[in-house]
């Protein structure tokens, strides 16, 4: 027997399976659900969501416009550290969830809810990342996870649970399972049938977000990018706020076919699974700031970042957004950025995109420094001999003793 709970916020799509999940949160609890929707730049009509949500009887629907905040205080800071799962995934669905399940606990507190729902399966990573960031938020929310409770165990008995209760079941839908497919501003993933076998090569139809770089124009398009501190903030020479910025270098990204990914990855839960990426604006941006890097960023210190870079990629691909760990890698991340400002230009042609220029008033580079003419910068070449032999100094005495 369900616990006696007054109110229930769900994390609701508006597709299949969310409303199968509101009407079965109806029935075993008995009480009045929440529908909130993020608007993260999926790409898709929500207020069709509104509209099925109130025809399962739904008084208090929430659909929030949360495009800024997603791009400006998660994909940005994200950014800073070029941060990367694995060496190629750029966490596009990772850091969606941490946004999500703050404005479900903002919400549950708002209204007195007893718990939030998700519609995350039991095989998955984000069941992991609405959890641990509501349990990080408040502990006191129950969170409930109906595809690990419920009796519905196929596609087949889902469908048939719709049927009976009368949910609209899309013509898509029905038949063979379809692909998962996840989209925000940041990224389309796709994962699922012909995909779960690493064997095949994914078909062409599944890119949704990027042209075929074969297909792409045969002409280079270039592309200049401002930062400040660390963060983008006009592309060619016009100041743009994060969410518009990432839309205009996903238009740009997706014409020349920027940002395709096709990963076998390993799931914080123990399997690997394959999936299918699109991040053109991404993609673009991560060559765009470690070009900016190299010019503001001093050696020891853009090392030192590439060595916690695993580590902070990991804490988020594994729902840790919230913990204190991640938070103190922020802060020394943040930290670096102070002189990370300037313009990096970049070309894109045919799924490439390559850094061409880049110039900063923070510059540490020096032309007089590294010129192989004279220059005015006094710099001793005798001095590189000492350093070569303090240096070395270790390696003589290891094959010394190897020599023996």
Not at 224 to 234: A, M, V, Y
Request: aromatic residues 8%.
């Amino acid at each position: 027997m369900a616990r006696k709970m007054e109110k229930i916020v769900l994390a609701y799509s508006g597709g299949l399976d969310t409303s199968v999940i509101l009407k079965w949160l109806q029935e075993t609890y008995g009480c009045e659900v929440v529908a909130f929707t993020a608007d993260l730049g999926q790409g898709e009509e929500l207020e069709p969501a509104r509209a099925k949500a109130e025809m399962l009887g739904v008084k208090d629907i929430r659909i929030v416009d949360l495009r800024e905040e997603f791009v400006r205080d998660f994909v940005f800071p994200m950014l800073r550290a070029n941060a990367l799962y694995e060496g190629q995934y750029l966490l596009g669905s990772s850091i969606a969830r941490p946004l999500i399940a703050k404005h479900l606990v903002a919400i549950a507190q708002e209204v007195g809810a007893d718990a939030v729902a998700h519609g995350s399966t039991g095989k998955g990573n984000d069941q992991v990342r609405f959890e641990f960031a509501v349990n990080a938020l408040d502990p006191s929310i129950e969170v409930i996870a109906p595809w690990r409770h419920w009796n519905i165990r196929s596609r087949a008995q889902l469908l048939q649970y719709a049927e009976e209760h009368q949910i609209a079941v899309p013509s898509d839908k029905r038949g063979e399972a379809p692909f998962s497919i996840d989209a925000n501003l940041l990224h389309t993933s796709t994962e699922g049938k012909i995909l779960e076998n690493p064997a095949e090569v994914a078909p062409n139809y599944i890119y949704q977000r990027t042209v075929d770089p074969v297909d792409a124009p045969d002409t280079p398009e270039t592309v200049t990018i401002g930062f400040e501190n660390g963060d983008p903030i006009s592309v060619n020479g016009r100041l743009m706020t994060p969410a518009v910025l990432l839309t205009e270098l996903n238009q740009l990204g997706s014409r020349h076919g920027v940002g395709r990914l096709d990963l076998v990855e390993n799931r914080f839960i123990g399997m690997k699974s394959r999936g299918v990426y699109e991040t053109p604006g991404g993609t673009i941006l991560l060559a765009a700031h470690r070009g900016m890097e190299s010019i503001t960023l001093d050696r020891a210190a853009a090392h030192l970042k590439d060595e916690i870079m695993p580590r902070y990629a990991e804490l988020i691909y594994n729902g840790f957004w919230f913990a204190p760990e991640r938070e103190m890698l922020q802060a020394l991340i943040d930290r670096s950025q102070a002189f990370v400002s300037g313009e990096v230009t970049l070309r894109l042609y045919k799924g490439s995109a390559a850094v061409i220029a880049r110039t900063s008033p923070s510059s540490l580079y020096s032309a007089d420094l590294v010129t192989f003419e004279e220059s005015p910068v006094a710099y001793d070449h005798h001095d590189a001999e000492g350093f070569i032999r303090l240096n070395g100094l270790r390696l003589r005495n290891w094959a010394a003793r190897n020599a023996r």
